[in-house]
């Protein structure tokens, strides 16, 4: 990941959709859906209030609506997930928070 590809600064607020079209680190409140075809960190500290859609997520902030990943979605310890979470594959590292509905593999 490019260290120039990111969304980010202290206090950042978001209202509306995001996308991204390459890899990117998210780092601020996010209150919509956030969309990319590649690769997206949300960061801790971060908080999307809506969908997060992309090829790989690593979560280690929080996201309240679901994710989906078309490749590999991974939960870090300290991350939140309220919703769904589809993806092709799952990683939840003991301390992740998780409550909802799980698809993996489809």
């Known amino acids: ?3 120039n590809d990111r969304m980010e600064g202290k206090g950042i607020q978001i209202g509306g959709s995001v996308g991204l079209a390459q890899d990117g680190v998210l780092r601020a409140e996010v209150k919509g859906d956030v969309r990319s075809s590649c690769k997206l960190v949300i960061s801790k500290g971060s908080v999307v209030s809506g969908v997060v859609q992309a090829r790989d997520i690593r979560l280690e902030g929080e996201v309240e609506g679901g994710v989906e990943g078309s490749g590999q979605v ?3 310890a300290g991350s939140r997930l309220r919703s ?3 993806a092709a594959s799952l990683r939840i590292e003991p301390g992740a928070d998780f409550s909802g ?3 993996v593999g489809e």
Do not use: G, K, S, T
């Open 1 to 3: 990941m490019n260290p």
């Open 84 to 86: 769904r979470c589809v």
């Open 101 to 103: 509905e799980i698809r």
């Open 74 to 76: 991974w939960l870090v």
